[in-house]
């Protein structure tokens, strides 16, 4: 079984440039969900993806966006780098279903906006 | 909108003693899930115990436990025999029991496991 794996594990932009993050989802997993976590916070709900299409969206601008692929990859794109974006983005896989409860979290991406 | 509070910034405990961690939580729903979280310095969120609203009987796994009183919104993290490896960030989480997966954590707590 193949876990949660997120690229790249760091890097550095300068605000107003966009980056993009990738994850590959657990083995059998359907949804993914992507996380900010400001340091020294807990981690905040961005959106998440099931089925190519997001499904639920925390409060984050429109700038934040993702894709997930048929294999249940996903990608964060933002766009217009501030920064406050800086912070570690968390992936994390599930399979949706309504019993279903744990989320399989990435080791995570370390974003740096100068 | 769902709210989880974790009113202590830091715990050290001795090794080989117990400490408890507290959380609360603010919801109109009757049915979710509660978790508990570990960051250790790897980054990497690992669960460690979760808790269905609907069961009455406090969840245990190993020399973890929880306290959960419902009424109360309260969802308090028991560590046992305390181990140096054990040392990391913990979080607290809500999950409704349907639709988005979506996971509201609290700040964190910081644990120090002194030798």
């Known amino acids: 079984e193949t876990g949660v794996t997120q690229s790249p594990t760091h890097l550095i932009k300068t605000r107003g440039q966009q980056v993009t993050l990738r994850c590959s989802s657990q083995?059998?997993?359907?949804?993914v969900s992507w996380y900010q976590q400001a340091l020294g916070q807990g981690p905040q709900f961005i959106f998440q993806?099931?089925?190519?299409?997001?499904?639920g969206r925390g409060n984050f601008p429109p700038r934040f966006s993702g894709l997930q692929f048929p294999n249940y990859s996903s990608e964060l794109n933002v766009n217009a780098l501030e920064l406050d974006d800086s912070a570690l983005y968390l992936c994390?896989?599930?399979?949706?279903?309504?019993?279903?409860?744990?989320?399989?979290f990435g080791p995570g991406t370390r974003l740096t906006v100068t | 909108a769902q709210t989880v509070t974790q009113s202590q910034p830091e715990m050290s405990v001795q090794e080989a003693e117990t400490v408890t961690l507290s959380c609360t939580y603010d919801?109109?729903?009757?049915?979710?899930?509660l978790f508990w979280y570990k960051q250790p310095p790897s980054r990497q969120m690992i669960l460690v115990i979760r808790?269905?609203?609907?069961?009455?009987q406090n969840a245990t796994e190993n020399r973890f436990s929880v306290n959960f009183q419902k009424a109360a919104k309260s969802f308090s993290l028991k560590i046992s025999d305390s181990q140096l490896g054990d040392a990391a960030m913990y979080f607290c989480?809500?999950?409704?029991?349907?639709?988005?997966?979506?996971?509201?954590f609290g700040q964190g707590t910081r644990l120090t496991i002194n030798p």
């Open positions: 808790q269905e609203a609907y069961k009455q």
């Open positions: 083995s059998g997993h359907n949804t």
């Open positions: 989480a809500y999950k409704p029991f349907q639709g988005a997966q979506k996971l509201v």
């Open positions: 919801t109109s729903e009757s049915d979710y899930y």
């Open positions: 994390a896989s599930s399979l949706f279903s309504a019993s279903s409860y744990e989320q399989y």
């Open positions: 993806y099931y089925r190519e299409e997001e499904n």
